[in-house]
């Protein structure tokens, strides 16, 4: 698996260089020039854990929930106060856990990151299914979220099962949703699971559709080797034909396809955290990308209280990425998104993409795996499974090894991915 990974690196970065974190930080974060800026919190708690999930989370304890949020809007007055001016970002997303469990303080924080930044595209959280009724949505939107996504994973008794996910009463979850809109309504599903047919896909997203959501996500199963979970994995072709069915399904439905993993009703209706260009993590495990400087804090939740109260920032880790590895990172979200429009990236970096990467994508259009139309290159069928089929070797051989890592370490002192 990692030979694919090395290769590739090697190839795109152009050096044997691995992807090197060392345990240094920045004291003071310097976020005013960075365009395109947005914002991540990460609330760890969960009322109980699912054997299947890799994110920082621990169990909800209503003091250590609340002695997070102090350190949280000690973090956020620390960085904010970084800056002279207040600053515009794209987004707010709030994601965990289960962000939820602190709904009592989501306004205290949303009016401390106000102080500091002026959102411009609005708020998100993700909920869990249970959190799907009037009083919390109420409280939601008068807090200023304007979107939501529901970790749905399957209508399905059989994959609820196996995900080891309760029962989900649908019609309470879509009479909620009638009553309180929200921009964008999104549902989580996880596909390639065990004997998961395209009929069983094709019902949750119709149930999704009719039942409230304007957006999906299908996340491919990931399995983690750090989590408990049984559920082996489904053979490539099989993925394949499952993945190519649905996306044309929901092409054939009229849906938009605004990610890899995503589709909407309508353009313009987005949930992503990930897609910016630059953006700002608080709290443990929040990840931060300033230009070339990508940092992670660390996933303790002791740890992270202990730092940011000696008045510190919590990074954990830091890379400075080269001109190539900050590149590479770059195509990676952008083809996330199914298209990279070389004007885009020439803006970004001050170098046409041709000049970079002009052969790959010669290499990639004769392969059949991007189109070329005035300058964008987007994503075909055939790309977006093997862009799948890339992130599942990326994520086992980087984020899998980096999370595992971080997990039983505070602050390691290296972490080299090859
Ligand atoms: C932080 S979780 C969800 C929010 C909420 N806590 C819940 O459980 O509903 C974000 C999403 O990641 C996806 N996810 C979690 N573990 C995964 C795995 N092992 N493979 C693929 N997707 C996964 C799920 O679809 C999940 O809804
Ligand atoms: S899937 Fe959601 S509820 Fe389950 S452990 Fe992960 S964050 Fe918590």
């Known amino acids: 698996m990692s030979i694919i990974t090395n290769i590739t690196r090697m190839w795109l970065t152009r050096t044997i260089k691995p992807f090197t974190f060392n345990n240094e ?27 299947f999930c890799p994110y920082c989370k621990t169990l909800y304890l209503k003091e250590r929930c609340n002695n997070y949020i102090d350190s949280l809007l000690d973090e956020i007055n620390l960085v904010g106060s970084m800056s002279k001016n207040k600053k515009t970002v794209t987004s707010l997303y709030f994601g965990g856990g289960t962000p939820v469990l602190a709904i009592r303080r989501l306004k205290e924080i949303i009016t401390v990151i106000k102080k500091y930044f002026i959102i411009t595209d609005g708020i998100g959280i993700e909920l869990h299914p249970n959190n799907v ?40 979850l879509s009479n909620a949703l009638n009553k309180i809109k929200f921009q964008t309504v999104s549902m989580d599903f996880i596909f390639a699971l065990p004997n998961q047919q395209y009929d069983d896909l094709k019902n949750d997203i119709e149930i999704a559709f009719s039942h409230g959501a304007n957006h999906i996500a299908i996340y491919p199963f990931i399995d983690f080797t750090f989590t408990s979970s049984k559920v082996s994995a489904v053979k490539k072709r099989k993925k394949r034909k499952l993945l190519d069915k649905i996306t044309n399904y929901c092409l054939n439905m009229g849906y938009s396809r605004n990610s890899i993993w995503t589709f909407s ?3 313009g209706v987005d949930y992503s955290s990930m897609t910016r260009d630059n953006f700002i993590g608080f709290g443990c495990s929040a990840a931060t990308l300033l230009n070339d400087s990508f940092k992670i804090n660390t996933f303790s939740v002791d740890a992270y209280c202990d730092r940011v109260k000696n008045n510190k920032i919590p990074t954990s880790l830091t890379i400075r990425f080269t001109e190539r590895q900050r ?18 990236f020439e803006s970004f970096f001050g170098v046409p993409l041709n000049k970079m990467y002009g052969n790959e994508l010669k290499l990639a259009n004769l392969l059949g795996l991007v189109k070329e139309e005035k300058g964008v290159y987007t994503l075909t069928l055939k790309g977006a499974f093997y862009y799948h089929y890339y992130e599942n070797f990326y994520t086992l051989s980087y984020i899998d090894k980096m999370w595992s890592i971080m997990r039983k370490e505070d602050f390691p002192s290296k972490i080299k991915l090859k």
């Not at 991540?40 to 854990?49: D, E, K, N």
């Open 25 to 51: 930080y920045d004291e003071i974060l310097n976020y005013d020039n960075c365009e395109n800026l947005g914002l991540y919190v990460h609330i760890p708690f969960c009322t109980s854990i699912c054997n």
């Open 133 to 172: 009724n009037v009083k919390i949505l109420k409280i939601l939107k008068n807090a200023g979220v304007t979107k939501i996504s529901i970790g749905i994973q399957s209508f399905q008794k059989k994959y609820q099962d196996i995900l080891g996910r309760k029962r989900i009463n649908i019609h309470a």
């Open 265 to 267: 009703t309508e353009k």
């Open 327 to 344: 590149m590479i990172y770059y195509l990676f979200w952008a083809f996330y998104s199914t298209k990279v429009d070389s004007r885009d």
